[in-house]
Nanobody, 124 residues
């Protein structure tokens, strides 16, 4: 499985970006998908995850109310809509596919396939 992330860029504080992550295989729809982010010199942190059918979502406290995760299984794509961006949101954002059976994990170790990352820079 290959995951291709895109949509990052430079935006001013208060602005919006939409990230996309497209999977190479049809089995995409059977798995939980998530977004993580990693700022320079910091660990990779959980951002949001979505259930296989999009019916359940979960967010970190730092992005709740500002970010929205969604998916289109017909397009093998998961999205992250980011609004009201803050300078502290600056990071490389990674999409990831959860291992089979891992429905509710926010731990990177529970995810087995990762996208290459897309850089989001928020200027103040």
């Amino acid at each position: 499985v290959q995951l291709q992330a895109s949509g990052g860029g430079l935006v001013q504080a208060g602005g919006s970006l939409r990230l996309s992550c497209t999977a190479s295989r049809r089995e995409f729809s059977n798995y939980v998908m998530a977004w993580f982010r990693q700022a320079p010199g910091k660990e990779r942190d959980f951002v949001a995850r979505i259930s296989w059918n999009g019916g359940n979502t979960y967010y970190s406290d730092s992005v709740k109310g500002r970010f929205t995760i969604s998916r289109d299984n017909a397009k093998n794509t998961v999205y992250l809509q980011m609004n009201s961006l803050k300078p502290e949101d600056t990071a490389v954002y990674y999409c990831a596919r959860a291992k089979s059976g891992y429905w509710r994990s926010s731990d990177p170790i529970s995810y087995d396939y990762w996208g290459q990352g897309t850089l989001v820079t928020v200027s103040s």
